[in-house]
T-cell receptor
Framework: AQSVTQLDSQVPVFEEAPVELRCNYSSSVSVYLFWYVQYPNQGLQLLLKYLSGSTLVKGINGFEAEFNKSQTSFHLRKPSVHISDTAEYFCAVRGFNTNAGKSTFGDGTTLTVKP | NAGVMQNPRHLVRRRGQEARLRCSPMKGHSHVYWYRQLPEEGLKFMVYLQKENIIDESGMPKERFSAEFPKEGPSILRIQQVVRGDSAAYFC????????????????FGPGTRLTVL
């Protein structure tokens, strides 16, 4: 079984400031890790994913995340945010080589970018 | 290539009625997943289906909820005798065939169906 904890429910920042959205997970098996963005009244869009290899993963819209196995974390970062980054962000995990295929999501972090 | 399609986008039902939510996966995708998002919460897994098979229904409520993915046509999530607590956004995702249920493959999400129970 897996669980995901997003440590901040709301993150307000000013435009052009850096931001970090924190995600910790627990799992009895190795996992794949994902970050999704959800704009109001829309579905989820994949920002980036970690499957294997380099622990620093770059995604769309200038976002990146670093997988830290020892700390079981997968924090999302962006060096300079824009107003258009205002949205809900979800961290998710999925177990390796299981037939389940299901993703376990955190409760989300609302990023609000202020001018 | 059209994305995952869900309809209706909004559905209003009175308590005791039935709700049918439809999901057409992306072309070539044979895995479908349903998730429920309650207000102010993340997505919670409900069921994982392949064509004509339920692979994992561990997240489905034991009563009133059922899902199918027939050989032809969309996947259907059916909620019988809806109650106010069923009000939520229901998202469908699909992924292509692959190793172990496509664990490493991206799941592509539809826009969701927002169910309101009066």
């Amino acid at each position: 079984a897996q669980s995901v904890t997003q440590l901040d429910s709301q993150v307000p920042v000013f435009e052009e400031a850096p931001v970090e959205l924190r995600c910790n997970y627990s799992s009895s098996v190795s996992v794949y890790l994902f970050w999704y963005v959800q704009y109001p009244n829309q579905g989820l869009q994949l920002l980036l994913k970690y499957l294997s290899g380099s622990t620093l993963v770059k995604g769309i819209n200038g976002f990146e995340a670093e997988f830290n196995k020892s700390q079981t974390s997968f924090h999302l970062r962006k060096p300079s945010v824009h107003i258009s980054d205002t949205a809900e962000y979800f961290c998710a995990v999925r177990g390796f080589n299981t037939n389940a295929g299901k993703s376990t999501f955190g409760d989300g972090t609302t990023l609000t970018v202020k001018p | 290539n059209a994305g995952v399609m869900q309809n209706p986008r909004h559905l209003v039902r009175r308590r005791g009625q039935e709700a049918r939510l439809r999901c057409s996966p992306m072309k070539g995708h044979s895995h479908v997943y349903w998730y429920r998002q309650l207000p102010e919460e993340g997505l919670k897994f409900m069921v994982y289906l392949q064509k004509e098979n339920i692979i994992d229904e561990s997240g489905m409520p034991k009563e009133r909820f059922s899902a199918e993915f027939p050989k032809e046509g969309p996947s259907i999530l059916r909620i019988q005798q809806v109650v106010r607590g069923d009000s939520a956004a229901y998202f469908c995702a699909s992924s292509p065939p692959g190793l172990a249920g496509g664990s490493g493959n991206e799941q592509f999400f539809g826009p969701g169906t927002r169910l309101t129970v009066l």
